[in-house]
């Protein structure tokens, strides 16, 4: 099973975060092999944290909690709260076997809020610049509850076009960066 996971950073948290970076890597270091996408989110100067994505395959949805609420910044307190939602990997692969440059145009999280029936079930038909893409489901995997992507585009008003942006109660942008170890 695939899961979403968006941890978002306490305001003031920046000091704690740099502080249990090597705890935070040594944790995700443990689902080396079930990681599908990771990295964090930034405000637009690029600089500042404001979360932490990790997009996992793991057993059932007991083993992904333990894996959201167990991770050491959250147990620190580094976090405000943590979005965990089943996901299907509409792609069919890794962050890493992304075909594109990576130092092309900036990355970003597109987070789709569902509303109503659902939307962007099907790949977008110019999706090259997606580095992961599928929908957002209840805990059961039956109820459509948005869609999370992580696009490379120029600008955050081209990575929202991603998303029918008629098809959503909200849709938020985030500055992303491939993560892992240095």
Do not use: K
Request: aromatic share 10%.
């Amino acid at each position: 099973m695939e899961f979403f996971c968006y941890h978002r950073d306490r305001r003031g948290s920046m000091a704690l975060r740099r502080e249990l970076v090597e705890e935070h890597w040594s944790y995700m270091d443990r689902y080396a092999a079930e990681m599908i996408a990771r990295g964090p989110t930034f405000l637009s100067n690029g600089e500042t944290l404001t979360g932490s994505v990790h997009i996992v395959d793991l057993p059932d949805s007991a083993t992904a909690r333990a894996f959201a609420f167990d991770e050491p910044g959250y147990q620190a307190g580094a976090y405000r709260d943590i979005m965990l939602r089943r996901w299907h990997n509409a792609l069919g692969r890794t962050m890493w076997e992304f075909p594109g440059d990576r130092n092309e145009g900036d990355h970003y999280l597109v987070l789709g809020l569902g509303e109503g029936h659902s939307a962007d079930r099907d790949l977008p038909p110019d999706n090259h610049t997606l580095i992961a893409y599928g929908p957002l489901l209840s805990d059961d995997g039956s109820t459509w509850l948005g869609t999370a992507a992580l696009v490379q585009a120029p600008n955050p008003e081209t990575a929202r076009t991603v998303l029918a942006a008629d098809r959503y109660a909200d849709i938020e942008v985030h500055l992303w960066t491939f993560g892992g170890r240095r």
